[in-house]
């Protein structure tokens, strides 16, 4: 467990800390812009934003609507967590006084349940009854698990009557998915009369997250020219290729020509900041979680020479959803490091327009131009000083509070991006 900041091998070089520094003394006119948004675009229940943090650029490279890591904050801010939820309860359904949790399907994950138990008990210390709802087809009674931490997660089956779902006789006017939806939207969550968030619609049978980044691209140039700085520093390329077919190689000359075409712009982009690093671009589905579906490419030839265990990991993610739309997106390293050198990246978690916490996500076995979201990961929990949007103005960019300050600062962008994709 960590207890202090971790060293972060980007604390004293490169622009970032220029990045930093600025939207330190920014800090004001920063409150007050994202102030005036969040009243034009509420921000969604809750999210998850993974950041790379390459030392000349600090970016998100995902954007999580159904966040699944609650068990992995620092426990010092689950006051925050409760605070927040509390908050967002409140603007989604005013009369509520408890909650129904519409769990994943694969919930044989312990570390899954964890992070559904806690989030369960982070609404019971908010005041809202909350109990778990299951789809799975072979849930048929109350099931009780025993969590690796002592504690107990209980999942009973979803049932409906009319358009109203219910666990018993427990159904309440405000239901949150925390279900993906990746094997598609299910009829017994279509058409409720209760509230149902986040909506249907920002599952990943219907959403992608090429329309996320275009609105990310557009949020980031925004911000931009308030606080005057390169649009560049704080957002990834990205391009989306429709109709690829990786098993029959369809379109495989088409997402060639986009990776070197991205590749040629990101050096263009170096060769400006006088960045001495190889670029390459990461390719990965354009619906889809828990990492799969993606792989880092360095040059157009890669594509076109993927053998056949890579061309079938590429096809297919998660619930079995056929691959046929991928996001180009400019990878950003990440010279964040943990203990002997094991490679980092930030992961901030949101509740309404709150940043709650957060944590590193660290692989001992994977490279710095490499996606972390792989089995053999394991997380650490930030230590936050102080939340990230309370930073020290009068402070260095590293000292702690405002290094997680500039994280808060790009999640929330994220986080707008994501609001106004749904609405």
Known sequence: MMTGVPHLTTALKGPLLQLEAHLLANQTKVEAWFREQWLSTPAPFYTSVDLRNAGFKLAPVDTNLFPAGFNNLNKAFMPLCIHAAQAAVERACPKARSV????????RNLFYLESIETLRQIFEQAGLEARIGSMRDDLT????????????????????EGDRVSVGDFSPCLVL?????????????????QQILPPLSAGWSDRKKSDHFTHYHTVSQEFA????????????????????NFMDREGSSCLAVNVENMLASIATKYAEYGIDKEPFVVVKADSGTYGMGIMTVKSAEEISSLNRKQRTKMSSAKEGLVVDNVLIQEGVYTFETLGDGAVAEPVIYMMDHFVVGGFYRVHTGRGVDENLNAPGMHFEPLAFAQPCNTPDKEGTPDAEPNRFYAYGVIARLALLAAARELA
């Open 225 to 244: 020219q308030q606080i005057d700085i390169d649009p560049w520093l704080i957002s990834p390329l990205s391009v989306q290729c429709g109709e690829v």
């Open 141 to 160: 009674e109350t099931m009780e698990v025993e969590l690796p931490s002592g504690k107990h997660c209980t999942l009973e089956p979803l049932t409906r």
């Open 177 to 193: 998915l925390n279900n993906d939806l990746s094997a598609g939207r299910p009829a017994i969550l279509e058409g409720l009369e």
């Open 100 to 107: 129904l949790i519409i769990a994943e399907n694969h919930t």
